[in-house]
């Protein structure tokens, strides 16, 4: 059994999806589980909807909505023939949810809606491919994750619940393989117990495969993206970026930590947990070896960087010259649960503690608003954060070239500063 995970970028054209059904036509014979994502950048269009449902701003989500539809239907009668007539009336039943509820005022938390709204880009592309494919005779049976995938309700970023995942996976999905090689499936969703959907975080569908992977107890799982190989830097930002022939699980899920936007973090551990190899390749380019990450540690990595822009720098301060104790930092981390914000890098001092962020322009405010109340709070915007592992004196050097370095946080692996230009 191999696990394949396609995400929005090799879905996002008629060309892109035969692409798909060409590659899984090299594996005659094999059973696989594919998982998609949504085509292209649906799930950022989706989010629009959403956001402007929440602003009461009924025409315009129905607007953005209506764009998304006639996309879709575009595409499948692109693609299809004998399916069209029954994915099509697939599809319209997934907008129904969708259009029913923005008629709806909002009552409930803005998360609740995200979920409902945003999960049926992946419904919308699987129910496409998979007729798809089923004309060009691979056949495969389309499955609902949301009746497998069983999670608690902490919408947009739900957790899922381990054991009724596994009992409903030995029940519906193995027994699926008996009669078929292919089941396709959606990545990123989920249902909790009372059928509400839910979504893993956004990229989650990596994660969605590692788990399959993880509870099918299977031999491999492919990551079909648009580059190469996993690169050593994000090639937009380091043209001479290269490609990594192995790396280790544990290097992946620093490098994931740290914020390479490799592979979805959650993605490593259920493979780990299994021994699972886990191989990054090309779609456009199938026969390129692309990347292996395994339990094995790799000779010769290069060294990796992350350099993530538009970051925060918030400095807190208690107000009466108290050292910053264990109340202050749960106060504080109860406001970053609550706000959903994940520090990037944080350091303590004697009465100061200082937060590195990622800069969400509505949440730095609401945060600001909320640690005033007990600190004396600044704030640094417009700065970078650099990550380097395995690195070397020079590249340092020439990475912080006419930079200032406003913090530092070093193990003997991984060297982090945090920078404004000169
Ligand atoms: N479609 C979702 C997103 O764009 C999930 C994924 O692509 O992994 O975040
Ligand atoms: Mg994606």
Same mark, same amino acid.
């Given at each position: 059994m191999k696990v394949f995970k396609f995400g929005g970028a090799s879905v996002n054209s008629i060309e892109r999806i035969q692409n798909l059904a060409s590659i899984l036509k090299e594996?005659?014979?094999? %059973? *696989? @589980?594919?998982?998609?994502?949504?085509?292209?950048k649906t799930t950022n269009a989706l989010e629009k909807v959403v956001e402007a449902f929440y602003n009461r701003d009924r025409e315009k989500a129905s607007q953005l909505l209506q764009k998304i539809k006639y996309q879709h239907a575009g595409t499948a009668k692109d693609l299809l023939s004998v399916h069209y007539i029954s994915c099509e009336a697939k599809l319209i039943e997934f907008f129904a949810k969708a259009e029913s509820l923005i008629n709806e005022k909002p009552v409930r938390h803005h998360d609740y809606y995200y979920d409902q709204v945003v999960c049926i880009g992946e419904l919308l592309s699987t129910s496409i491919i998979s007729a798809y494919l089923e004309e060009t005779g691979i056949h495969n049976h389309w499955i609902d994750v949301r009746e497998i995938?069983?999670?608690?309700?902490?919408? &947009?970023?739900? &957790?899922?619940?381990?054991? /009724?995942?596994? @009992?409903?996976?030995? =029940?519906?999905?193995?027994?699926?393989?008996?009669? /078929?090689?292919?089941?396709?499936?959606?990545?990123?969703?989920?249902?909790? %117990?009372?059928?509400?959907?839910?979504?893993?975080?956004?990229e989650g569908s990596d994660y969605t495969a590692a788990v399959f992977a993880n509870m099918l107890d299977a031999k491999q799982v492919f990551i079909w993206k648009d580059v190469e190989a996993v690169m050593n830097a994000d090639p937009k930002q380091f043209p001479d970026a290269e490609p990594i022939a192995e790396l280790n699980y544990n290097e992946v899920i620093e490098m994931a #930590? #740290?914020?390479?936007?490799?592979? !979805?973090p959650k993605t490593i551990k259920p493979l780990q947990n299994k021994n699972i190899p886990l191989s990054v390749k090309c779609f456009l380019q199938p026969s390129l070896a692309g990347t292996v990450?395994?339990?094995?540690?790799?000779?010769?990595?290069?060294? *990796?960087?992350? $350099?993530k822009e538009n970051q925060v720098m918030l400095c807190l301060e208690t107000k009466?010259?108290?050292?910053?104790g264990e109340h202050h930092l749960i106060g504080l981390y109860k406001i970053f649960e609550k706000l959903k914000i994940k520090?990037?890098? /944080?350091?303590?001092?004697?009465?100061?503690?200082?937060?590195?962020?990622?800069? !969400?322009?509505? =949440? *730095?405010e609401l945060l600001v608003k909320e640690t005033s109340a007990h600190f004396g709070v600044s704030i640094t915007k417009?700065?970078?954060?650099? /990550?380097?592992? !395995? #690195?070397?004196?020079? $590249?340092f050097e020439k990475l912080t070239e006419r930079k200032n370095i406003l913090l530092r946080?070093?193990?003997?692996?991984?060297?982090?500063?945090?920078m404004e230009d000169q």
């Open positions: 594996f005659p014979g094999e %059973k *696989i @589980m594919v998982v998609i994502s949504a085509m292209g995938f069983c999670t608690d309700n902490n919408f &947009r970023d739900a &957790r899922i619940d381990w054991h /009724t995942t596994q @009992m409903m996976i030995r =029940k519906k999905v193995t027994p699926l393989f008996r009669n /078929t090689d292919i089941v396709l499936t959606q990545g990123f969703i989920g249902a909790t %117990k009372e059928n509400e959907s839910t979504t893993l975080g956004r #930590y #740290y914020g390479a936007q490799v592979i !979805h990450i395994q339990d094995h540690i790799p000779e010769n990595l290069p060294p *990796i960087i992350v $350099l009466d010259f108290s050292f910053i520090p990037n890098l /944080t350091q303590n001092a004697a009465i100061s503690f200082t937060a590195v962020l990622d800069d !969400h322009p509505g =949440k *730095i417009g700065l970078s954060l650099l /990550t380097l592992r !395995h #690195y070397k004196k020079e $590249l946080q070093q193990t003997p692996v991984t060297l982090q500063v945090l």
